[in-house]
C-alpha cells in the first residue's frame, strides 16, 4: 500500500510523475493493500555468499586444525604459529557471519580486503625467514590463492559500494530514501485523523492552508484557474518561489499538483483520502516529489528540497491531525520558542509569533 | 519564578526562570501548592534518559489552583482547585476517546523524536525530556496545563492536599497494575518494588479481592511500609531466594499475577546483575530488568504479568520463551490517569484508603535536589517526598 523505496538498481514501474505505482490511481481502500510488505531488497548475489561461507569455513579450519591447516599452506614448524593462525580464524568466521547475515554486508567486505592483506604479509614472512624449514612453493601456491580471494573481495566491495543503497548497518526497517539517479528525492508519509473523508478533503483542496502546518513552505497563494503560487523556506533565511497546477482533482479521493514546466525546480505532490478502516476516520496518503531541472539555480533548490526529510514530512501531517481535530496545533515551551529551548517557559520575546 | 532544573545527571538546581505562558486556547496557568518527587524522575536525575536538556523544569505530579486561563476553556475557573494528572490528553483523538489517554495522539509536539526509539510515540508527558515534548514540569511555583478541559480534576476543599495529591500519578498506577491483573477470587499476587507505586499496587489489589498480596524488596523498613499498605507476606531477596519463597507460599503453583513496580534501574546480586550494571554503564543497554526476568519465571502458567515500573529503551536476556511456553499475559503501560481519577477520589472520600500513607518527608521546593539524593539512595527511610511552595528551607 505505501510506496517503495527506490533504488536505482531494480525495476519500478515506470518512474515519471503521472504513471507511478498505485498511489497515483487513488481511492485506494486498505484491504487492496498487498500482503506482504517488503522493504529491503535481497541484496546478496552468489558471491557475497561464496566468500561469506568460505569465510567461515577457512575460520573453522584455522581455528580448529591450525597445525594442518600450517602444514597445508608449507609451514614447516606448524607449532609454533598456532596462536597466529586460530586469531586469523576468528576474524574470518567474523568476516563470514557479517557477510552472510548483513543484507548489504559492504563494510564486511572491504574488512575481508584487510584480512586479506595481512594474510598476505604473513605469507611473505614465512617465505622470507631463512630459519624457518618452510615449503616455499606450498606457500607461493597458498598466496597465490589468497591474491585470487583478495580479487574477489575488491571486485565485490567495489560493486556493493557503488550501489545508492542505505550503508549496511543502517536500520533496514525504516524509510531512508537517498536521491535516484538524477537527483529525484521522493517522500512519502501518512496519518490517519479522525474527522470524515469530505471534510478533510475540503481543507486540503485550498491549498493555501498547506503552510499552516507544512513546515518547509512559508505560503501558497490560489491564483484561479486551477493554478497556484509557492514560495518555501530554505536554509539562511533564503525563499524559493514558483507557480504550479493543479493536475488532477477527484472530490474526497485524490489531488495532485505539479510545478509549471519552465520552473526551476519540478516538484510533483499528491494527496489521497482514503476511508479508515472501523469509525477512525480518514487515512492521508501524501507524497512529494522534487526532480532537479538543469542549470546552477536548479541544483541549488534541488539541494534545498533534498534537506526536507521523511521525518520533517512526517511531522507535518501530525500538525495537520491536530488542526483538524483539535483546531489547532500542540505548543509545548521549547517549540512554541524560536530556536533552541529547555523545558522551561519561554522569555517573552523568545516566542515565534 | 522558582523552579527544580535538570543540569546534567545527578545534578539539580532550584532557579528562577520565567513564569509559564498561555500557548493554546485551551490552557490553563496553576499556581503550585504541593508536588512531589517521583521514583521515575530517579530515571531523570541518574542520567538514564535520553533527550534531556540543561535547563528542564521536572516534575509530574502536581496540584494546585487555576490563575489564569486560555480563552477556549470553559469548565474551569479562576480559583479552582485542581490535581493534574501526568499525561498530557486532547480528550478528542482516537485513543483519548477510548481510554488510553497516556497514547493521546495529539499532545506529543516531538512524536517524531519518541518514533524513532519506539516506533510509535505516547503521549506528551509534564517534565520528562524532549523526546515525550520538553513541557516544563511542576516541581515549580507556577505550570502551564494544556487541554485544561479534560485533564485536571477539581478537589473538594475539605480533602487535604496531601490526600489528593497522589491521584496524579502513583495512586491510579498502582491501581492500574493491579486491575491488569485480571484478580479473581483465590488470586495469589506477587508485587515486586515496595516503593510508594507498589505500595498502592498492594493496597490496590486487596481493594480488587486479592486472596494473598506477597512484597518483595530488599529495605526492612520499604518491607514494613508494604505490610501498612496490605501485604499478607513479605519477601527480602537479600537474604531469601524468592524463587524458592513464591514457591512455597504458592503450593508450587507460583503467583497467579507478578507485578513489576521496579523499572529500569533494577538492582540485582549475583552475576546477572553485574552484566545488565555494566552493560548499562556502557550505554550498551538502557534497562536492567532482572526483577522482571524473576517476575515472569515464577508467575504461575498461564498468569499474568503487569508491568508499571517505568523502561525507556531496549534490554537484554528476556525470557521469551517463558512467557510464549507457558502462555503467560504481559500487559503494561503508562498509567491512563485521566479514568481513573474520579473512581479513586471517590474511594478517598468514602474513607477506603488514605494516600497520605506513603508520605515520609515533606520539604520546600527550594530542597528539591536534596530530596532526589535521599529519595536515590533510601537514606532516612526515605518513601515519598512532597515539596511545598511557599514553604523556606
Given at each position: 500500500?505505501?510506496?517503495q523505496q527506490?533504488?536505482?538498481g531494480t525495476k519500478?514501474?515506470?518512474s515519471?510523475?503521472a504513471?507511478?505505482g498505485?498511489?497515483?490511481q487513488?481511492?485506494?481502500?486498505?484491504?487492496?493493500?498487498p500482503e506482504?510488505y517488503?522493504?529491503t531488497?535481497d541484496?546478496?548475489?552468489?558471491?557475497?555468499?561464496f566468500?561469506?561461507?568460505?569465510?567461515?569455513?577457512?575460520g573453522?579450519?584455522?581455528?580448529l586444525a591450525p597445525?594442518?591447516?600450517a602444514?597445508?599452506?608449507?609451514?614447516?614448524d606448524?607449532d609454533?604459529?598456532?596462536?597466529t593462525?586460530?586469531?586469523?580464524?576468528?576474524?574470518?568466521?567474523?568476516?563470514?557471519?557479517?557477510?552472510l547475515?548483513?543484507?548489504?554486508?559492504?563494510?564486511w567486505?572491504w574488512?575481508?580486503v584487510?584480512?586479506?592483506?595481512i594474510?598476505?604479509?604473513?605469507?611473505?614472512?614465512?617465505?622470507?625467514d631463512e630459519?624457518e624449514n618452510?615449503?616455499?612453493?606450498?606457500?607461493?601456491?597458498a598466496?597465490?590463492?589468497?591474491?585470487?580471494?583478495?580479487?574477489?573481495?575488491?571486485?565485490?566491495g567495489a560493486?556493493?559500494t557503488?550501489?545508492k543503497?542505505?550503508a549496511?548497518?543502517?536500520?533496514?526497517?525504516?524509510f531512508?530514501l537517498?536521491?535516484?539517479?538524477?537527483?529525484?528525492v521522493?517522500?512519502a508519509?501518512?496519518?490517519?485523523?479522525g474527522?470524515?473523508?469530505?471534510?478533510v478533503y475540503?481543507?486540503?483542496?485550498?491549498?493555501?492552508n498547506?503552510?499552516?502546518?507544512?513546515?518547509?513552505?512559508?505560503s501558497?497563494?490560489m491564483?484561479?484557474?486551477?493554478?497556484?503560487?509557492?514560495?518555501?523556506?530554505?536554509?539562511a533565511?533564503?525563499?524559493?518561489?514558483?507557480?504550479?497546477?493543479t493536475?488532477?482533482?477527484?472530490?474526497n479521493e485524490?489531488?495532485?499538483?505539479h510545478?509549471?514546466?519552465h520552473e526551476?525546480?519540478?516538484?510533483?505532490?499528491?494527496?489521497t483520502?482514503v476511508?479508515a478502516?472501523?469509525?477512525?476516520?480518514?487515512?492521508?496518503?501524501?507524497?512529494?516529489?522534487y526532480?532537479?531541472?538543469?542549470?546552477a539555480?536548479g541544483?541549488?533548490?534541488?539541494?534545498?528540497f533534498?534537506?526536507?526529510?521523511?521525518?520533517a514530512?512526517?511531522?507535518?501531517?501530525?500538525?495537520?491531525k491536530?488542526m483538524?481535530?483539535l483546531?489547532?496545533?500542540?505548543l509545548?515551551?521549547?517549540?512554541a520558542?524560536k530556536?533552541?529551548?529547555?523545558g522551561?517557559p519561554?522569555?517573552q520575546g523568545?516566542?515565534?509569533? | 519564578?522558582r523552579?527544580?532544573?535538570?543540569e546534567?545527571?545527578?545534578?539539580l538546581?532550584?532557579e528562577?526562570?520565567?513564569?509559564?505562558?498561555i500557548?493554546?486556547?485551551?490552557?490553563?496557568i496553576?499556581?503550585?501548592?504541593s508536588t512531589?518527587?517521583c521514583?521515575?524522575?530517579?530515571?531523570?536525575f541518574?542520567?538514564f534518559?535520553?533527550?534531556?536538556?540543561?535547563g528542564?523544569?521536572?516534575?509530574?505530579?502536581?496540584m494546585?489552583e487555576?490563575?489564569?486561563?486560555?480563552?477556549?476553556?470553559?469548565?474551569?475557573?479562576v480559583g479552582?482547585?485542581?490535581?493534574?494528572?501526568f499525561p498530557?490528553?486532547?480528550?478528542?483523538?482516537?485513543?483519548?476517546?477510548k481510554g488510553?489517554?497516556?497514547?493521546?495522539?495529539?499532545s506529543?509536539?516531538?512524536a517524531?523524536?519518541?518514533?524513532q526509539?519506539?516506533?510509535?510515540s505516547p503521549a506528551g508527558?509534564f517534565?520528562?525530556?524532549?523526546?515525550l515534548?520538553?513541557?516544563?514540569?511542576?516541581?515549580?511555583e507556577?505550570?502551564?496545563?494544556?487541554?485544561?478541559?479534560?485533564?485536571?480534576?477539581?478537589?473538594?476543599?475539605?480533602?487535604?492536599?496531601e490526600?489528593?495529591?497522589f491521584?496524579?500519578?502513583?495512586?491510579?498506577t498502582?491501581?492500574?497494575g493491579?486491575?491488569?491483573?485480571g484478580?479473581?477470587?483465590g488470586?495469589?499476587?506477587?508485587?515486586?518494588?515496595?516503593?510508594?507505586?507498589?505500595?498502592?499496587?498492594?493496597?490496590s489489589?486487596?481493594?480488587?479481592?486479592?486472596?494473598?498480596?506477597?512484597?518483595?524488596?530488599r529495605?526492612?523498613?520499604r518491607?514494613?511500609?508494604?505490610?501498612?499498605?496490605?501485604?499478607?507476606?513479605?519477601i527480602n531477596?537479600?537474604?531469601?531466594?524468592?524463587?524458592?519463597?513464591?514457591k512455597?507460599?504458592t503450593?508450587g503453583?507460583g503467583?497467579?499475577?507478578c507485578i513489576?513496580a521496579?523499572?529500569?534501574?533494577s538492582?540485582?546480586?549475583?552475576?546477572?546483575g553485574?552484566?545488565?550494571?555494566?552493560k548499562?554503564?556502557?550505554?550498551?543497554?538502557?534497562?536492567?530488568?532482572a526483577?522482571?526476568r524473576?517476575?515472569i519465571m515464577t508467575?504461575?502458567?498461564?498468569?499474568?504479568v503487569?508491568?508499571?515500573?517505568?523502561?525507556?529503551g531496549?534490554a537484554?536476556?528476556?525470557?521469551?520463551?517463558?512467557?510464549m511456553?507457558?502462555?503467560?499475559?504481559i500487559?503494561?503501560?503508562?498509567?491512563?490517569?485521566?479514568?481513573?481519577?474520579?473512581p479513586?477520589l471517590?474511594?478517598?472520600q468514602?474513607?477506603?484508603?488514605?494516600?497520605s500513607?506513603?508520605?515520609?518527608?515533606?520539604?520546600?521546593?527550594?530542597?528539591?535536589p536534596?530530596?532526589?539524593?535521599?529519595f536515590?539512595?533510601?537514606?532516612?527511610?526515605?518513601?515519598?517526598?512532597?515539596?511545598?511552595t511557599?514553604?523556606t528551607?
Amino acid at each position: 500500500m505505501a510506496t517503495q523505496q527506490a533504488p536505482s538498481g531494480t525495476k519500478q514501474n515506470g518512474s515519471n510523475g503521472a504513471s507511478r505505482g498505485p498511489v497515483t490511481q487513488g481511492g485506494r481502500n486498505w484491504k487492496d493493500a498487498p500482503e506482504h510488505y517488503s522493504e529491503t531488497p535481497d541484496w546478496k548475489d552468489g558471491t557475497t555468499k561464496f566468500l561469506g561461507w568460505f569465510s567461515v569455513g577457512l575460520g573453522l579450519a584455522e581455528l580448529l586444525a591450525p597445525r594442518q591447516v600450517a602444514k597445508l599452506v608449507g609451514i614447516e614448524d606448524e607449532d609454533e604459529h598456532v596462536g597466529t593462525l586460530r586469531t586469523f580464524g576468528i576474524r574470518e568466521i567474523a568476516a563470514g557471519v557479517g557477510l552472510l547475515t548483513r543484507p548489504k554486508p559492504t563494510y564486511w567486505l572491504w574488512s575481508r580486503v584487510g584480512g586479506d592483506a595481512i594474510d598476505l604479509a604473513f605469507l611473505g614472512r614465512r617465505m622470507r625467514d631463512e630459519t624457518e624449514n618452510n615449503n616455499n612453493a606450498k606457500l607461493l601456491a597458498a598466496t597465490l590463492a589468497v591474491l585470487g580471494v583478495t580479487a574477489l573481495d575488491i571486485m565485490q566491495g567495489a560493486k556493493l559500494t557503488s550501489e545508492k543503497l542505505p550503508a549496511q548497518g543502517h536500520d533496514e526497517g525504516s524509510f531512508q530514501l537517498s536521491p535516484g539517479d538524477d537527483g529525484t528525492v521522493h517522500l512519502a508519509a501518512q496519518i490517519t485523523v479522525g474527522r470524515p473523508v469530505a471534510e478533510v478533503y475540503e481543507f486540503w483542496k485550498d491549498l493555501g492552508n498547506l503552510p499552516r502546518f507544512m513546515g518547509h513552505l512559508e505560503s501558497v497563494r490560489m491564483t484561479g484557474a486551477g493554478r497556484s503560487h509557492w514560495k518555501a523556506k530554505a536554509p539562511a533565511g533564503l525563499t524559493a518561489e514558483w507557480d504550479a497546477e493543479t493536475i488532477e482533482d477527484r472530490p474526497n479521493e485524490y489531488i495532485a499538483w505539479h510545478s509549471l514546466e519552465h520552473e526551476a525546480v519540478d516538484n510533483l505532490g499528491s494527496v489521497t483520502f482514503v476511508q479508515a478502516p472501523g469509525d477512525r476516520g480518514t487515512e492521508v496518503h501524501l507524497e512529494m516529489e522534487y526532480h532537479p531541472r538543469g542549470g546552477a539555480v536548479g541544483a541549488k533548490l534541488a539541494n534545498m528540497f533534498k534537506k526536507i526529510p521523511q521525518a520533517a514530512l512526517s511531522a507535518d501531517l501530525k500538525r495537520f491531525k491536530q488542526m483538524m481535530e483539535l483546531g489547532e496545533i500542540t505548543l509545548s515551551d521549547p517549540t512554541a520558542a524560536k530556536g533552541m529551548q529547555p523545558g522551561q517557559p519561554p522569555k517573552q520575546g523568545d516566542l515565534k509569533d | 519564578m522558582r523552579a527544580n532544573c535538570w543540569e546534567g545527571a545527578k545534578h539539580l538546581k532550584v532557579e528562577t526562570v520565567p513564569d509559564p505562558k498561555i500557548l493554546n486556547s485551551h490552557d490553563v496557568i496553576i499556581k503550585v501548592s504541593s508536588t512531589a518527587i517521583c521514583g521515575s524522575d530517579l530515571h531523570l536525575f541518574n542520567g538514564f534518559m535520553p533527550t534531556m536538556e540543561h535547563g528542564d523544569i521536572l516534575g509530574h505530579e502536581f496540584m494546585g489552583e487555576v490563575v489564569e486561563t486560555g480563552k477556549n476553556v470553559k469548565k474551569l475557573k479562576v480559583g479552582d482547585r485542581v490535581v493534574v494528572p501526568f499525561p498530557i490528553a486532547c480528550g478528542v483523538c482516537y485513543n483519548c476517546k477510548k481510554g488510553m489517554t497516556s497514547l493521546c495522539e495529539n499532545s506529543n509536539p516531538n512524536a517524531h523524536i519518541a518514533e524513532q526509539m519506539m516506533g510509535h510515540s505516547p503521549a506528551g508527558v509534564f517534565g520528562y525530556s524532549h523526546m515525550l515534548g520538553g513541557f516544563a514540569g511542576g516541581q515549580a511555583e507556577f505550570a502551564r496545563v494544556p487541554f485544561a478541559d479534560f485533564g485536571p480534576l477539581k478537589v473538594p476543599d475539605e480533602l487535604s492536599d496531601e490526600k489528593v495529591l497522589f491521584l496524579t500519578d502513583i495512586f491510579p498506577t498502582g491501581y492500574m497494575g493491579a486491575e491488569m491483573c485480571g484478580i479473581k477470587p483465590g488470586d495469589v499476587i506477587a508485587v515486586w518494588g515496595c516503593g510508594p507505586v507498589g505500595q498502592f499496587a498492594i493496597a490496590s489489589a486487596k481493594l480488587l479481592g486479592a486472596e494473598r498480596v506477597i512484597a518483595i524488596d530488599r529495605f526492612p523498613y520499604r518491607l514494613e511500609r508494604a505490610r501498612t499498605a496490605g501485604a499478607d507476606v513479605t519477601i527480602n531477596y537479600e537474604e531469601t531466594s524468592v524463587i524458592e519463597a513464591l514457591k512455597e507460599l504458592t503450593g508450587g503453583r507460583g503467583p497467579d499475577a507478578c507485578i513489576d513496580a521496579v523499572g529500569l534501574e533494577s538492582h540485582a546480586p549475583g552475576v546477572h546483575g553485574l552484566y545488565d550494571k555494566a552493560k548499562q554503564s556502557m550505554r550498551w543497554e538502557n534497562d536492567r530488568i532482572a526483577a522482571l526476568r524473576q517476575a515472569i519465571m515464577t508467575c504461575a502458567n498461564g498468569g499474568t504479568v503487569s508491568i508499571i515500573g517505568v523502561y525507556s529503551g531496549f534490554a537484554d536476556k528476556f525470557p521469551i520463551g517463558s512467557v510464549m511456553n507457558r502462555s503467560l499475559t504481559i500487559r503494561t503501560g503508562q498509567c491512563h490517569v485521566h479514568r481513573y481519577m474520579q473512581p479513586l477520589l471517590e474511594r478517598i472520600q468514602k474513607g477506603e484508603i488514605d494516600p497520605s500513607f506513603v508520605i515520609s518527608h515533606t520539604m520546600s521546593l527550594e530542597d528539591a535536589p536534596a530530596g532526589f539524593d535521599i529519595f536515590t539512595h533510601k537514606e532516612d527511610e526515605c518513601n515519598k517526598i512532597v515539596l511545598k511552595t511557599g514553604m523556606t528551607h
